[in-house]
């Protein structure tokens, strides 16, 4: 059992490239979520899904796009890439949208925009 | 939404209970009190979580107060491993059923030999 498998684990990019981080779960989880976490602001919510073909904007959304074709993938789309999208990237499952249920976290992507 | 206060670090000395509080005075009765931990460079891991009732398990146990308030993670032996930002968080629900974590800034724990 893989739990939540992210990659890459380490990206540079150059301002304006794009790319896509890839979140994959095993569990059969509803509920799958994209964060971001950026020295002493804890962890923030950017995209999450609670099912296939939905998907909602958290925090902070902003050039950043999602989909959820598949319960399995989720996705992270980084359209144009700015330094302040330098951040460490967590992927988040859990079984159901009902709180009581645990959430369960990817071991991070690291994204430096130069 | 329910919002979490910890303290920024705390430190305990290997073998002693490290115990965590956390203040969440505007939890509503249906929202839930989460605690998880990251070790330097990990994804967050979870340990445990309550809505009234005290809980154990293997890693922890988790205090929560009559007024639901507050809430006291318990570490009963902590050992070197146990260093780690601790998070306490409180599940809201919104939009029919749809859900986010409110991660706060953490507390620091180390441990000490």
């Known amino acids: 059992n893989a739990g939540v498998t992210q990659t890459p684990k380490f990206q540079v990019l150059k301002t304006g490239q794009s790319m896509t981080l890839q979140c994959a779960q095993d569990m059969n989880h509803e509920y799958m979520s994209w964060y971001r976490q950026d020295p002493g602001m804890g962890l923030r919510l950017i995209h999450y899904s609670v099912g296939a073909g939905i998907t909602d904007q958290g925090e902070v959304p902003n050039g950043y796009n999602v989909s959820r074709s598949t319960t399995e993938d989720f996705p992270l789309r980084l359209l144009s890439a700015a330094p302040s999208q330098t951040s460490v990237y967590f992927c988040a499952s859990s079984l159901s949208r009902t709180p009581g249920n645990t959430i369960y976290f990817g071991e991070g992507s690291w994204l430096t925009v130069v | ?113």
Not at chain 2, 30 to 44: C, D, K, L, T
Request: charge should be neutral; proline fraction near 5%; hydrophobic fraction near 30%.
């Open chain 2, 1 to 113: 939404d329910a919002k979490t206060t910890q303290p920024p670090s705390m430190d305990c000395a290997e073998g002693r209970a490290a115990n965590l509080p956390c203040n969440h005075s505007t939890i509503s009765g249906n929202e839930y009190v989460y605690w998880y931990r990251q070790i330097h460079s990990q994804g967050p891991q979870y340990i445990i979580h309550g809505l009234k009732n005290n809980e154990t398990n293997e890693m922890a146990s988790l205090i929560i107060t009559e007024d639901r308030k507050s809430s006291t993670l318990i570490l009963p032996h902590a050992t070197l491993r146990d260093t780690a930002v601790y998070y306490c968080i409180v599940r809201v629900a919104i939009n029919f059923g749809n859900e986010k974590l409110t991660f706060g800034t953490g507390t620091r724990l180390t441990i000490i030999p």
